[in-house]
Each structure stands twice: as structure tokens, then as C-alpha cells.
């Protein structure tokens, strides 16, 4: 049963992460943003004062950057680092936008990156951030133990900041920055590490678990909701399994979701807002507002976390559009969807990419795709310098998975003119 809470709870946080005005690939354009509102009178009011508090308070939080399908996001200005799956092994590697290339993070002269005496070598997966000056690495082993590491931007220097931990962050790596240091969750506690030092600081027991979103003055914003008491209250299993879905998503849609900031030095929580699970979905934080959608209403509401003033961000949302995930990236909700004129016929439906921006609520059809293969078609972006996005050049082929990548001008990608140049992988 928790594990499916788990699940729940992340669905209804994220299947929506998607959505925000589009017409479609029908052609339908978005509606204009209407002038801001008050916020509802069913919707809870935050008390300013500890909102204030929150904003002017001596220590300041900001979040951790996300990226594609809320996996971390380690980027600076230059380049990126991710983990790079080849099939017997992953490699932890830095793409240098400049130069176009991608190389293994290591300075072992002579080194085949193919085992553990790599420095970029890794038997399983792991989640990387960047703070300061330091890159975190974290993860967790088969026995089910969490370790973080942490190494200088060009690799050099890497040492072990916490290992065989049971608890961890409830982001991949952390809960928020504060300055050059990161807000860690820990076997139920919060601890503000610093990278440089390895020194910690003890904070605030978690009360509750959450899943945090973003980050407002001092506290971390994070989302809970009452859906595991109303399972256990109302939820009675029939063996039949359909039925017993719809028993459950049903009991899913009357929960209470409540965003709030907590503030893991003290553990003092400030509800900001809340909404009905059935009615709203949750999408995405964005400078201090969040974007919701009503699938019932057609409707999308940017509502402000400071002031509790909405703005409409569209309406009138077409049905037989499926919303698959969405991201921000240069100011524009990347969103994508499935086309579904026919839904019963697969063969009519078609994978849609818009890029809705957030300022001016202007809406632009995504045309570019990558090249061959035979799995995703979309072009999409993993990272993200001034000028260039970062992006997916190739999906899938010969019976196996190929990350390609490419870099791109933003101006090129907006306009769906495919002047990708693949980068050149150095291994």
C-alpha cells in the first residue's frame, strides 16, 4: 500500500507536468493571458506576515535545476555533466557546448574507461548536480545503501561526503541550495552540506513526507497531500483489479494537495495554497508561481506564490489532446503531447512538441525532429547554454538504445530549422 501512495502521489504531482495551451497539432492557437485575479475564495489564503517572513529572512534557498523527466540538472554556463549509458557501464561525462564534444570526466593518462580504476567509471547509474565549484554525485547500491561523492568541476579532488546512508534525498540529490552549500535529506532529518569542507550542519526533523518542488525566500517548497488517510479509511479491495483501480483513483481524486514553504533549519512549515486532487493537476513552479491545469475545465492558472493573484493562462483545452510531459527551457513550457483525433485508432495519433512562452503567452508548434531511429521522434532539449540548446539528435536503432546529441541555435530550434551539429564523443 505505501508504495502505491508513493506512486499516486508522484503521478498526480507529474502526470500532468504537462499541458499549457496549446491548440494542438490540429493548428488551434492558445489564448492570451487574461489580467490576474484574486484567488479563489474556496482557496486557502497564506498568511502574509509568515510569507514575508519567509522572503526577507537572513538565509535564502534557491532550487535545485531540473531537468528532463525531473532528473537533476548539472549544467554551468559552459557545458553539462550526465552519466552516459553504454550498455555494460555508464561513465560520467561532460559535454563541452563550445566545442561541440562529450568526454569521460577523467585526468588518468592512458585510462580505457572500462573499469572501476576510472574515475569516470560507474556499475550503475547515478544522479549528479552541480554546487559551487563542486559536482555531487549520488546513488544508491544493490544492498539498498545511499552515497554521495563530490569531485571539482574538472574531476580532480574527489572525495566521499556521506555514504552507506538508508535514507536520502527525496530529490535525487538534494533539497535545495543555500548559496554554495546544498539542504540534504538524511535518514529523516535535513543537513546543510558543504561541498568544499565536508562539513554539515544539522536541521529540522521531516515530519511529513513531501515532495519538494522549488524553493520561496528561506523555506522549501514542497507538496504533501492527505491521500494516504483516505485510502486507509475508505479503500476496501474487491480482488477484482480494474474495479479496485478505479476504487482507488477515485478516493485519489478527493485528496487535498497543499503546496507549503518549510524551512529546514527549523521545521517551521507555511501553508502558501491548496488545491482538490480531481480538479487541478499540478505542473510545474515557475518564477515564484505555480501553473496549474483543470482537465474538466479546459483551464490553466499560473497562481502566485507572494501575492495569491491568478492569471489564466489559457482555455478551452481540446480533449482528444493528451498531454505526455512538460519542462521549462528559455523562459518557454516545452510541452508535449499526443495528438488523438481518433483514439481508438492509433495510427491517426501524432507526437507534438510546443513551446509556450511564459511571458507573452505566445505559442509555437515545435517542428524539428531528430533523425532516424525508431523511437522517440522528438528533437528534445536536455540542456540549454545562451544562444544553443542542448538536444536529442538520434532516439533509438538497431535494436538498441543510442544517445546522440546535438547542439542547436535557439533561434534555429523555435523556427524548425535543422541546422543540428552532433556531438562528438570522445571516449
Same mark, same amino acid.
Given at each position: 500500500?505505501?508504495?502505491?501512495?508513493?506512486?499516486?502521489?508522484?503521478?498526480?504531482?507529474?502526470?500532468?507536468?504537462?499541458?499549457?495551451?496549446?491548440?494542438?497539432?490540429?493548428?488551434?492557437?492558445?489564448?492570451?493571458?487574461?489580467?490576474?485575479?484574486?484567488?479563489?475564495?474556496?482557496?486557502?489564503?497564506?498568511?502574509?506576515?509568515?510569507?514575508?517572513?519567509?522572503?526577507?529572512?537572513?538565509?535564502?534557498?534557491?532550487?535545485?535545476?531540473?531537468?528532463?523527466? =525531473?532528473?537533476?540538472?548539472?549544467? %554551468?554556463?559552459?557545458?553539462?555533466?550526465?552519466?552516459?549509458?553504454?550498455?555494460?557501464?555508464?561513465?560520467?561525462?561532460?559535454?563541452?557546448?563550445?566545442?561541440?564534444?562529450?568526454?569521460?570526466?577523467?585526468?588518468?593518462?592512458?585510462?580505457?574507461?572500462?573499469?572501476?580504476?576510472?574515475?569516470?567509471?560507474?556499475?550503475?547509474?547515478?544522479?549528479?548536480?552541480?554546487?559551487?565549484?563542486?559536482?555531487?554525485?549520488?546513488?544508491?547500491?544493490?544492498?539498498?545503501?545511499?552515497?554521495?561523492?563530490?569531485?571539482?568541476?574538472?574531476?580532480?579532488?574527489?572525495?566521499?561526503?556521506?555514504?552507506?546512508?538508508?535514507?536520502?534525498?527525496?530529490?535525487?540529490?538534494?533539497?535545495?541550495?543555500?548559496?554554495?552549500?546544498?539542504?540534504?535529506?538524511?535518514?529523516?532529518?535535513?543537513?546543510? @552540506?558543504?561541498?568544499?569542507?565536508?562539513?554539515?550542519?544539522?536541521?529540522?526533523?521531516?515530519?511529513?513526507?513531501?515532495?519538494?518542488?522549488?524553493?520561496?525566500?528561506?523555506? $522549501?517548497?514542497?507538496?504533501? =497531500?492527505?491521500?494516504?488517510?483516505?485510502?486507509?479509511?475508505?479503500?476496501?479491495?474487491?480482488?477484482?483489479?480494474?474495479?479496485?483501480?478505479?476504487?482507488?483513483?477515485?478516493?485519489?481524486?478527493?485528496? %487535498?494537495?497543499?503546496? =507549503?514553504?518549510?524551512?529546514?533549519?527549523?521545521?517551521?512549515?507555511?501553508?502558501?495554497?491548496?488545491?482538490?486532487?480531481?480538479?487541478?493537476?499540478?505542473?510545474?513552479?515557475?518564477?515564484?508561481?505555480?501553473?496549474?491545469? =483543470?482537465?474538466?475545465?479546459?483551464?490553466?492558472?499560473?497562481?502566485?506564490? $507572494?501575492?495569491?493573484?491568478?492569471?489564466?493562462?489559457?482555455?478551452?483545452?481540446?480533449?482528444?489532446?493528451?498531454?505526455?510531459?512538460?519542462?521549462?527551457?528559455?523562459?518557454?513550457?516545452?510541452?508535449? %503531447?499526443?495528438?488523438?483525433?481518433?483514439?481508438?485508432?492509433?495510427?491517426?495519433?501524432?507526437?507534438?512538441?510546443?513551446?509556450?512562452?511564459?511571458?507573452?503567452?505566445?505559442?509555437?508548434?515545435?517542428?524539428?525532429?531528430?533523425?532516424?531511429?525508431?523511437?522517440?521522434?522528438?528533437?528534445?532539449?536536455?540542456?540549454?547554454?545562451?544562444?544553443?540548446?542542448?538536444?536529442?539528435?538520434?532516439?533509438?536503432?538497431?535494436?538498441?538504445?543510442?544517445?546522440? @546529441?546535438?547542439?542547436?541555435?535557439?533561434?534555429?530550434?523555435?523556427?524548425?530549422?535543422?541546422?543540428?551539429?552532433?556531438?562528438?564523443?570522445?571516449?
Amino acid at each position: 500500500m505505501e508504495r502505491f501512495l508513493k506512486q499516486c502521489t508522484r503521478a498526480a504531482l507529474g502526470v500532468a507536468l504537462a499541458a499549457l495551451l496549446l491548440a494542438g497539432c490540429a493548428g488551434q492557437e492558445a489564448g492570451q493571458s487574461a489580467p490576474a485575479q484574486p484567488a479563489s475564495e474556496g482557496a486557502a489564503q497564506p498568511d502574509r506576515s509568515a510569507v514575508e517572513t519567509l522572503l526577507n529572512g537572513e538565509h535564502t534557498l534557491t532550487a535545485l535545476p531540473e531537468g528532463y523527466l =525531473s532528473t537533476p540538472l548539472a549544467q %554551468t554556463s559552459q557545458g553539462l555533466y550526465k552519466f552516459v549509458n553504454l550498455t555494460d557501464r555508464y561513465l560520467l561525462c561532460y559535454v563541452d557546448y563550445a566545442a561541440g564534444t562529450r568526454a569521460p570526466l577523467c585526468n588518468v593518462a592512458g585510462c580505457a574507461h572500462t573499469d572501476e580504476s576510472c574515475p569516470a567509471f560507474s556499475p550503475y547509474y547515478r544522479n549528479v548536480g552541480v554546487a559551487g565549484d563542486w559536482l555531487l554525485i549520488s546513488g544508491g547500491d544493490r544492498d539498498g545503501t545511499f552515497s554521495l561523492d563530490a569531485c571539482r568541476l574538472d574531476g580532480s579532488e574527489r572525495k566521499t561526503l556521506l555514504s552507506n546512508t538508508e535514507g536520502r534525498a527525496y530529490h535525487p540529490w538534494g533539497l535545495a541550495m543555500e548559496g554554495d552549500k546544498v539542504w540534504l535529506s538524511v535518514e529523516g532529518k535535513a543537513v546543510l @552540506m558543504d561541498p568544499a569542507t565536508g562539513e554539515s550542519e544539522p536541521g529540522a526533523d521531516e515530519s511529513v513526507q513531501f515532495t519538494n518542488v522549488g524553493a520561496l525566500g528561506s523555506g $522549501v517548497l514542497c507538496i504533501a =497531500s492527505d491521500s494516504q488517510k483516505l485510502l486507509e479509511e475508505h479503500y476496501q479491495p474487491t480482488g477484482d483489479l480494474l474495479a479496485d483501480e478505479r476504487q482507488q483513483q477515485e478516493i485519489l481524486d478527493q485528496a %487535498t494537495m497543499t503546496l =507549503s514553504a518549510w524551512d529546514p533549519r527549523t521545521g517551521e512549515e507555511v501553508p502558501l495554497m491548496n488545491w482538490n486532487n480531481g480538479e487541478w493537476r499540478y505542473l510545474q513552479v515557475w518564477n515564484n508561481k505555480v501553473i496549474l491545469f =483543470s482537465e474538466e475545465q479546459g483551464r490553466f492558472e499560473a497562481r502566485d506564490l $507572494v501575492t495569491g493573484e491568478v492569471t489564466v493562462l489559457a482555455e478551452n483545452w481540446p480533449a482528444e489532446q493528451t498531454v505526455l510531459t512538460a519542462y521549462v527551457r528559455d523562459g518557454h513550457l516545452m510541452v508535449e %503531447t499526443a495528438w488523438k483525433p481518433e483514439p481508438d485508432n492509433s495510427d491517426t495519433w501524432k507526437e507534438c512538441l510546443f513551446a509556450l512562452d511564459l511571458e507573452n503567452g505566445q505559442m509555437t508548434e515545435i517542428a524539428l525532429r531528430n533523425h532516424g531511429g525508431q523511437g522517440t521522434t522528438l528533437a528534445r532539449i536536455l540542456g540549454e547554454s545562451e544562444d544553443k540548446f542542448y538536444v536529442l539528435y538520434q532516439g533509438a536503432g538497431s535494436g538498441r538504445w543510442i544517445e546522440e @546529441m546535438a547542439m542547436i541555435s535557439k533561434a534555429d530550434y523555435y523556427a524548425g530549422v535543422d541546422s543540428m551539429e552532433p556531438i562528438k564523443d570522445i571516449f
